[in-house]
């Protein structure tokens, strides 16, 4: 089956995961955030190409030397990876065996997609946005309790230390103690690393 894709960027370093990454950028997402940066990914007409995962893995092997040099790898975004598990796994299990996979996700996916790929991922970094649910729901257009249920299960059966935590200051959603509340409850969770910045409007 073909995958819808934003983009593929190649020769990241040290903009997420370690290493060489290359950006495998999926269209689709769940969500509606105000200040979406990826519209394209919304947008029925915002498909850059549509692959198999062997096409896929065929386009990002050219950079298989760096990833090995650097112990990088791919980094799955979009949009949002999970909703693309299946060809995520399937991707995986083709893959050379010393790449490294790092996910940016918003967790706003049923669970089955999270545990399934899980098994292979390396690094997690989750745009969490606020834990407060109507702040949550006014800056999305959605709940959070399925992010939270799946914080939950990644504190449960992932070691935390291979997950980030995004949280954003939203001018005119959030304040520095909302964000202060979100840390709270998260570290309260078991989480200790934390992205904290202010998203920049243009
Ligand atoms: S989760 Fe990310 S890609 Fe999806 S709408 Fe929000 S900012 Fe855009």
């Not at 980094?75 to 949002?80: K, L, M, P, S």
């Not at 010393?98 to 669970?111: A, P, R």
């Not at 980030?164 to 570290?187: A, C, F, G, M």
């Amino acid at each position: 089956m073909k995958t819808p894709l934003i983009a593929i960027c190649r020769h990241r370093l040290a903009t997420d995961g370690q290493g060489v990454t290359t950006l495998v950028a999926f269209h689709g997402c769940p969500l509606c955030c105000k200040y979406c940066l990826n519209k394209r990914c919304l947008m029925p007409d915002g498909i850059w190409k549509e692959m198999d995962v062997e096409e896929l893995l065929n386009e990002v092997m050219v950079d298989d030397l760096y990833f090995k040099a650097t112990g990088g790898g791919i980094t799955f975004g979009g949009g949002e990876p999970l909703l693309r598990s299946t060809e995520i796994v399937h991707f995986c299990q083709l893959m050379p065996a010393e790449w490294n996979i790092t996910i940016e996700t918003s967790l706003h996916v049923d669970s089955r997609h999270l545990e399934s790929v899980a098994p292979y991922v390396h690094q997690y970094i989750i745009d969490v946005k606020d834990m407060n649910p109507e702040i949550y729901r006014s800056y999305t257009g959605k709940g959070n309790q399925q992010v939270i249920d799946n914080l939950r299960w990644l504190a449960a059966h992932e070691d935390v230390q291979k997950i980030t935590i995004r949280l954003p200051l939203i001018p005119e959603y959030n304040t520095e103690s909302d964000r202060t509340e979100s840390r709270k409850q998260l570290e309260a969770m078991g989480f200790c690393k934390f992205d904290c910045f202010d998203y920049v409007l243009r």
